[in-house]
């Protein structure tokens, strides 16, 4: 089933074939809730708990091809959601920072993941919008929920020399966005089409 969903993405147009085995490797139904186990390995989205979706595969696989992983790349995940998008970024030899703001979503992932195998730098609980300062600069910014805007800090905290933002900008449909950074205030900017994304959350304290 899960080689099934690997060619489903692949006749999809994803053609990186790390970012492929990643997705043929992880159990994507130990991510869900139990009463969508039958579709685990369709390429579909589904809700997961306090509001939330597993994005669909196609979306993970796509937004990870344009971050163009490397092994030991440091990189930080706004919003860990199910974990499933961190545990590609793990199968991948990413050194990975994920932040969560949904209490629920981060005590489940922060002792699930590791369960599995998955070990995170740092699993953070807190607002993704002013990103991980302390630990910057990153390799890779991925965002994975839909921002209305592009927030300033994840900009400021990729690494000036070819760091990646990945992120879908825009309110009720988002347009999947990578910014390149090619100076310390130079970025290149490439859109890629229409996505569809649970609001991302700032903290509003």
């Known amino acids: ?9 692949r006749a ?10 990643a997705i043929g490797k992880i159990p994507r139904h130990l991510f869900m809730d139990s009463g969508f186990l039958d579709h685990a390995y369709q390429d579909k989205a589904f809700p997961i708990a306090a509001d939330q979706t597993i994005s669909q595969p196609y979306t993970v696989a796509f937004q990870t091809e344009l971050m163009q992983v490397s092994p030991e790349d440091k990189v930080l995940e706004i919003g860990t959601g199910s974990g ?4 590609v970024l793990c199968e991948l030899g990413a050194r990975v920072y994920s932040i969560e703001r949904q209490q629920e979503l981060f005590k489940k992932t922060s002792k699930f993941l590791p369960k599995l195998g998955y070990r995170a730098k740092k699993l953070i609980f807190g607002d993704g919008y002013k990103g991980l300062p302390d630990e910057a600069p990153f390799d890779s910014i991925i965002v994975t929920a839909g921002a209305p805007f592009v927030p300033k800090p994840l900009l400021s905290q990729l690494k000036v020399d070819g760091g990646r933002l990945v992120i879908p900008v825009g309110d009720d449909v988002q347009v999947m966005t990578l910014f390149i950074r090619k100076g ?15 609001p991302l959350l700032e903290d509003r304290n």
């Not at 499933?84 to 545990?87: G, P, R």
């Not at 130079?186 to 569809?196: L, P, Y």
């Open 84 to 87: 499933y998008q961190t545990a």
């Open 1 to 9: 089933m899960r080689q099934q969903l690997v060619n489903v993405i």
């Open 12 to 21: 999809k147009g994803i053609q990186d074939e790390k970012v492929l085995a």
């Open 184 to 198: 310390p205030k130079e970025f290149e900017q490439h859109e890629f089409g229409e996505f569809r994304f649970v």
